[in-house]
């Protein structure tokens, strides 16, 4: 959870008046702090691009100035947004929700307002591929993450590398050509973690899985901030399988791993009444067995917890991001922790909050899991359905 103060927590239970700022930074000129009329953003930790956005601001075409800076902010221009909450006393507190470039304006000319698509820097990031193959041979996979974002960023942005580094193998001759985004996106995979910018606008890459404790209580009831829950459960994104090949380059020979989640007692186990189920990844960040094995677990993991999903209606708490846990308590006394996928906040008066978690069914994660290795992943996924990554 973004940080803030218990004042804050406690007021958002209360009836209390809410406070948005944005700021504009054209390409040139100084910053610009206009009057925000409405928008909302989405965060969500499953797109590449994780913060997304609207933002309808007022401005005057008649005051030459003005309109000038509209027209430059898509051709890098950005926005932070602000939320938060103004108390009786008249004192402000309020999160950034994020560090946005403008992808579009479109505006009405007699109105005087304008509503700004907006992105995270990954936006610019995907914009601008590698023009010739690179490769990070003798790099770290976290490292080579932060290398690939460097070349566009330099040291304009921090740095924040959550993982462990000297734990991941070194990669050899590992090349990636175009996709930088992609590029990304597989180097923090084949070490389990993932890759995104913070509500700063600075990189960071983390394990995916981190264990905290809930930091918020979606309650209902009087003095309850839950609006309404509804559950729904899709077996169609759930795998019980992962098969990881890795191969750093033409000339190694494949590594391969399949991880499959075989609980005796659930419905979803491997060769159960789910079937087997198996998605295929490919890496050439994954250098050796063990992690081409880590690689498979963590993804099966991610896999089967797609199983049930929850899409909450909450009084907006602006400092929850996905990652967070939350303890969610309904009408009839059930409580359960539940770990936040995404979140949609709206920026007017009127606009709530959605989150949405996802959980699996089984009550101990991955326990057992049995890996195979080698040549032993082929004839298991014999009979099997493949779905690619």
């Known amino acids: 959870m973004l940080t803030v103060t218990p004042r804050f927590l406690a007021a958002l239970r209360q009836s209390h008046s809410i406070d948005v700022a944005a700021i504009l930074y054209p390409p040139t000129g100084g910053p610009v702090a206009p009057a925000v009329i409405g928008g909302q953003v989405t965060i969500d930790r499953d797109a590449r691009i994780r913060r997304q956005g609207s933002l309808e601001v007022a401005f005057q075409l008649g005051e030459p100035l003005t309109a000038e800076i509209v027209r430059q902010l898509p051709f890098g221009g950005y926005a932070t947004i602000e939320r938060g909450i103004r108390y009786a006393d008249g004192t402000v507190e309020r999160v950034q929700l994020g560090y946005f470039r403008v992808e579009s304006i479109v505006w009405t000319e007699l109105e005087g307002s304008a509503t700004l698509t907006l992105a995270d820097r990954m936006a610019q990031v995907q914009d601008e591929p590698f023009v010739t193959p690179w490769s990070p041979a003798g790099l770290h ?3 080579a993450a932060v290398a690939a974002v460097h070349q566009v960023f330099g040291d304009t942005i921090a740095y924040h590398v959550q993982t462990d580094p000297a734990s991941e193998p070194v990669m050899v001759d590992t090349v990636y050509d175009e996709d930088r985004g992609q590029a990304i996106s597989d180097l923090a995979s084949s070490v389990a973690a993932e890759a995104f910018f913070d509500p700063q606008g ?6 995916r899985d981190l264990v905290t404790a809930p930091v918020w209580t979606v309650d209902a009831g009087p003095d309850g901030v839950l609006v309404e829950a509804t559950e729904t459960l899709d077996r169609s994104s759930v795998r019980n399988g992962v098969s990881v090949r890795g191969q750093p380059d033409a000339e190694s020979p494949p590594i391969y791993s399949l991880a499959t989640y075989d609980d005796p007692d659930a419905p979803t186990r491997w060769g159960g009444p789910f079937g087997k189920v198996a998605l295929i990844s490919s890496s050439t960040a994954i250098s050796d067995q063990a992690q081409a094995d880590a690689t498979a677990a963590a993804l099966l993991n991610l896999r089967l917890g797609l199983a049930r999903t929850l899409s909450i209606r909450s009084v907006p708490n602006p400092a929850l991001v996905p990652g967070d846990e939350i303890s969610l308590v309904f009408a009839d006394g059930r409580t ?12 007017g008066p009127d606009g709530g909050l959605t989150i949405t978690t996802t959980s699996q069914l089984a009550s101990t994660l991955l326990a057992p899991v049995r890996l195979y290795r080698g040549g032993d992943v082929w004839p298991e996924l014999a009979d099997a359905t493949l779905v690619p990554a």
């Not at 600075?202 to 394990?207: E, M, N, S, T, Y």
């Not at 770990?339 to 906040?345: D, E, G, K």
């Open 141 to 143: 996979p976290s490292d």
């Open 202 to 207: 600075d990189f960071v890459i983390r394990p």
């Open 336 to 347: 359960e922790t539940q770990t936040i996928n995404a979140v949609q906040l709206d920026l």
